[in-house]
């Protein structure tokens, strides 16, 4: 159930919906004061949810920040690498890659560098309707044809959201021992960490792919005033991993 109305959500948490819903509000009214405000509100939605500055100080407040691989001084004996950035095109015959696909690249950076000595693939079926399909096995056999041994590649392939990669991949390395480093979205990071230490796993973190800008962009006159879908987005993913983070709460998972 929970993952059925997790899917629900990503729907109502879509601010061109919020924006769309009160200018139609402002459209229907027939009193004319009240036609104005709901008007004015869905101008002022409009401005701040399009402006690229207010979501990158919004960003900043609940990204994780990035590490230095200067700052690992012992290898991790495990890098988790969450899914959610892949999937399967059957009709071509091919994996494809997301945006977030950065976790992988930083993991495999982190492997082939002595940092992390083996490779934990987190992810299952991600969609309502194909429940066949498995993540973490597909790119288990990418990662194969990538030249990395089959020792070193371990993976669970049952999970659909994050609380479940937590739950499985503690069952893959029960008894195992060893250090974990949890490799995922600097946006999703805090709730990430929170589920595996719900379940006992202790990890260190490697955030990717982050959301805000470089530094060095935050006070550029376009950047300032210039509106932007990008940020409609970004507002977008940030609202649904608060959310998230408090549904996650609330189900006793972090």
């Known amino acids: 159930m929970f993952f059925y109305l997790s899917k629900i959500l990503d729907f109502i948490l879509l601010p061109v919906l919020w924006i769309g819903v009160v200018l139609l509000v402002a459209a229907l009214t027939k009193q004319r004061r009240r036609k104005q405000r709901w008007l004015v509100a869905g101008l002022v939605l409009l401005v701040v949810l399009t402006n690229p500055f207010l979501v990158r100080v919004a960003l900043n407040q609940w990204e994780r920040p990035y590490r230095t691989a200067a700052a690992i001084r012992q290898p991790y004996d495990y890098a988790i690498v969450l899914g959610g950035f892949s999937y399967w095109d059957g009709r071509y015959g091919r994996l494809i890659f997301g945006e977030a696909s950065d976790r992988l690249m930083q993991a495999l950076d982190l492997y082939r560098s002595g940092k992390v000595r083996k490779l934990v693939l987190s992810g299952g079926p991600g969609s ?21 041994p089959e020792r070193d590649i371990l993976m669970e392939s049952n999970s659909r959201n994050t609380h479940e ?12 021992g060893g250090s974990s480093l949890l490799v995922t979205s600097a946006l999703h990071m805090r709730r990430a960490e929170a589920c595996f230490a719900k379940v006992g796993l202790s990890v260190s973190t490697w955030p990717t792919d982050r959301l805000a800008p470089p530094e060095a962009r935050r006070f550029e006159p376009p950047y300032l005033f210039l509106p932007s ?12 991993e608060i959310v998230g983070y408090g549904a996650y709460a609330l189900a006793g998972y972090v």
């Open 128 to 148: 309502l309707f194909n429940t066949e399909e498995r993540e973490a096995a597909y790119l288990r056999a990418y990662l194969l044809r990538s030249g990395i």
């Open 229 to 240: 879908s990008t940020a409609l987005d970004h507002w977008e993913r940030l609202a649904r």
């Open 165 to 176: 990669n937590a739950v499985f991949v503690a069952r893959l390395l029960e008894g195992r």
